[in-house]
């Protein structure tokens, strides 16, 4: 497989992805075309990369351990050894699917992936993860009906140490080159991946250890090194079909995280307050919901602005895909809803007709809707004599109305 490929080709298709990326990158409005649609570009290159360069390495090393420990603990007649040639053969599926899930994991969001395609990994963790469990349960049942059997115990060849020896350091190595890989580009898929490596090098460890009980004369123990094996293989597929699960059904970070998140969103300038703080994990990003308050009078661009710098705190502090801020100009959680009071233009009709001054619509007016009420700004383009008339009439109609709470008329000067 690998041979069909070649190390020129890879470098070439890393290449050419990565010069795709950079003009996708200066032409950012144009990603939507048929043409860009059509053409795979990954939505972080340098990730997309080393995930596939990383994975290569290791169907190429697994495929030669697949091999050498099946073939050899049969000679052998090593049971854990060949256990564990099981382990590297899932490790050869599990990469297949990590290849897979890399390359659509990678696509840009589109119409019915609006958030993007990250969770194409943590489906990919749960499937990895599930295979895992049954694989390891299947080993320790294999392992625990052979021991029923004592006639049937055999002992090994010391080929079949070497080989263990052999796997023991590939999978040592394999597990320290993808961790440093997973850390350089942050991904979660890759970090799954390079522990999944570590467990292949502990339960090599038990193998070698199995082996070297055998020849001492204990030939039980390669077959207890073979149930190990199979707990190993499932405990670690079952924490990872769990923790996948669980960000699929939109569990929230840590409470740490959260409150870290939190506070960066308080500390923000304009910021009163807030609440309704929802986190939910996108592979090795997450997503973020808060409800920001804000002072009600500001302007709606002001209001914006604050936002929108709540937002970039939180992109630029923490590990964050996206953060949605809703602004409040007040907690809605404890005050009056507004939802029954009528829109602009049937508060202008109101006061209208409560004021008989029809001349009114005429001027500029700004309305506040909170607990439940109404405050209005009046912007009268008049002489001061009008305006302190007309805040009297307001003055007087605010003490009965049961829409408008408070009414300010502010003067513009002579028309």
Known sequence: MHASIGKAQVICCA???????????????????HKHK???????????AAAKKSTWVSIVINLVLTFLQVVGG???????????????????????????????????ADANHPYG???????????LGVFLAALGVGLLVAAAMRLQQPHALQSVDPLALAIAIVALIAKEGMFRYMLAVAKRVRSQMLVANAWHARSDAASSLVVVVGIIGNLMGYTFLDLVAAAVVGVMIGHMGGKLAFEALAELIDTGLEAEEVEAIRHTLLTTPGVLSLHD???????????????????PKVSVSEGHYIA??????????????????HIDPED?????????????????????TELDDAALLKQRFVFHYLDGKVDA????LGDEVQAVALQQRCDELVKSDAIFRSILVLRLGAP
């Open 15 to 33: 290449a050419a992805l990565y010069t795709s990326a950079i003009k996708m990158e200066k032409h950012s409005h144009s990603h939507h075309s």
């Open 38 to 48: 059509e053409a795979f570009e990954p939505a972080h290159p340098e990730r997309f």
């Open 74 to 108: 049969f000679f052998a007649h090593s049971q854990a050894l060949m256990a564990d040639g099981l382990h590297s053969l899932s490790d050869l599926m599990s990469d297949i699917l990590v290849l897979f899930a890399n390359r659509h994991g990678n696509r840009h």
């Open 117 to 127: 395609h990250a969770r194409v990994e943590t489906a990919a963790t749960l499937v």
């Open 277 to 295: 703080l929802r986190t939910r994990k996108m592979a090795d990003n997450a997503l973020v919901d808060a409800h920001i308050i804000v002072d």
């Open 308 to 325: 929108e710098a709540a937002r970039y705190a939180v992109l630029k502090a923490h590990h964050v895909l996206d953060v949605m801020v």
């Open 332 to 352: 809605d959680m404890q005050a009056k809803p507004n939802a029954h009071l009528p829109n602009r233009l049937g508060l202008l009709q109101h006061l209208a």
């Open 377 to 380: 700004e009046i912007y009268l």
